[in-house]
């Protein structure tokens, strides 16, 4: 089973719609987790973190789900510059982020 | 204030040959990560650098190494190179060890011919 898994996609929506991602781990001893957003032919960039508590950031909600190991992304009113491929990363409280392979979303009008 | 700086942007390089690509962090940050991504997949960890000292190593051959200057500056030497060493290197910039998120470098596009 791989450290990190994610639905490749993609995720076909039209504009102002809600969509979700989920990404599951491996290693419950996972302590920090993020969702960054990566353009195509990009560096990634860092959307946020996601705490136990869950965070908000405008139209876009981080859950986290220890008991079930999973984080979730929830895009609300998608515009079409939501477009791009969005990692989920971890790490275990050590020296390395792990990263999925990412969830492609194409938002149309 | 700078972002991540990466050098070079693009390369070409025939097998066998040795490459360097450079980062720069962010000013004040003292942690800096090398990945390799390749088309369709995730960053894939190759080395972390904080406060000079190497703090961990990914799963690649040892032909690949790396430094960090007193600068924080990095540099990710490549030897012997390899068709599938072509990638995006992304040198990632972080205040600390494991809590922050990174901050990412326009990476260097590398072609193995």
Same mark, same amino acid.
């Given at each position: 089973?791989?450290?990190?898994?994610? /639905?490749?996609?993609? *995720?076909?929506?039209?504009?102002?719609?809600?969509? !979700?991602?989920?990404?599951?781990?491996? @290693? $419950?001893? $996972?302590?920090?987790? *993020?969702?960054? +957003?990566? /353009?195509? +032919?990009?560096?990634?960039?860092?959307?946020?973190?996601?705490?136990?508590?869950?965070?908000? /950031?405008?139209? *876009?909600?981080?859950?986290?789900? +220890?008991?079930?190991?999973?984080?979730?992304?929830?895009? +609300?009113?998608?515009?079409?510059? /939501?477009?791009?491929?969005?990692?989920?990363?971890? @790490?275990?409280?050590?020296?390395?982020?792990?990263?999925?392979?990412?969830?492609?979303?194409?938002?149309? !009008? | 204030?700078?972002?991540?700086?990466?050098?070079?942007?693009? &390369?070409?390089?025939?097998?066998? #040959?040795?490459?360097?690509?450079?980062?720069?962090?962010?000013?004040?940050?003292?942690?800096?990560?090398?990945?390799?991504?390749?088309?369709?997949?995730?960053?894939?960890?190759?080395? #972390?650098?904080?406060?000079?000292?190497?703090?961990?190593?990914?799963?690649?051959?040892?032909?690949?190494?790396?430094? #960090?200057?007193?600068?924080?500056?990095?540099?990710?030497?490549?030897?012997?190179?390899?068709?599938?060493?072509?990638?995006?290197?992304?040198?990632?910039?972080? &205040?600390?060890?494991?809590?922050?998120?990174?901050?990412?470098?326009?990476?260097?596009?590398?072609?193995?011919?």
């Amino acid at each position: 089973r791989k450290e990190v898994e994610q /639905d490749p996609g993609p *995720f076909n929506v039209p504009e102002g719609a809600t969509v !979700a991602f989920n990404c599951t781990y491996s @290693n $419950s001893a $996972s302590q920090s987790f *993020f969702w960054y +957003r990566q /353009d195509c +032919r990009k560096e990634p960039k860092l959307l946020m973190s996601v705490y136990s508590s869950g965070n908000e /950031d405008g139209r *876009f909600t981080a859950q986290l789900n +220890r008991a079930s190991q999973y984080i979730s992304l929830l895009i +609300r009113d998608s515009k079409l510059s /939501d477009s791009a491929t969005y990692l989920c990363g971890l @790490n275990t409280g050590g020296f390395k982020t792990i990263f999925g392979a990412g969830t492609r979303l194409f938002v149309k !009008a | 204030d700078a972002g991540v700086t990466q050098s070079p942007t693009h &390369l070409i390089k025939t097998r066998g #040959q040795h490459v360097t690509l450079r980062c720069s962090p962010i000013s004040g940050h003292k942690s800096v990560s090398w990945y390799q991504q390749v088309l369709g997949q995730g960053p894939q960890f190759i080395f #972390q650098y904080y406060e000079k000292e190497e703090r961990g190593r990914g799963n690649f051959p040892d032909r690949f190494s790396a430094r #960090q200057f007193p600068n924080y500056s990095s540099e990710l030497n490549v030897n012997a190179l390899l068709l599938g060493d072509s990638a995006l290197y992304l040198c990632a910039s972080s &205040l600390e060890l494991d809590r922050s998120g990174y901050t990412f470098g326009s990476g260097t596009r590398l072609t193995v011919v």
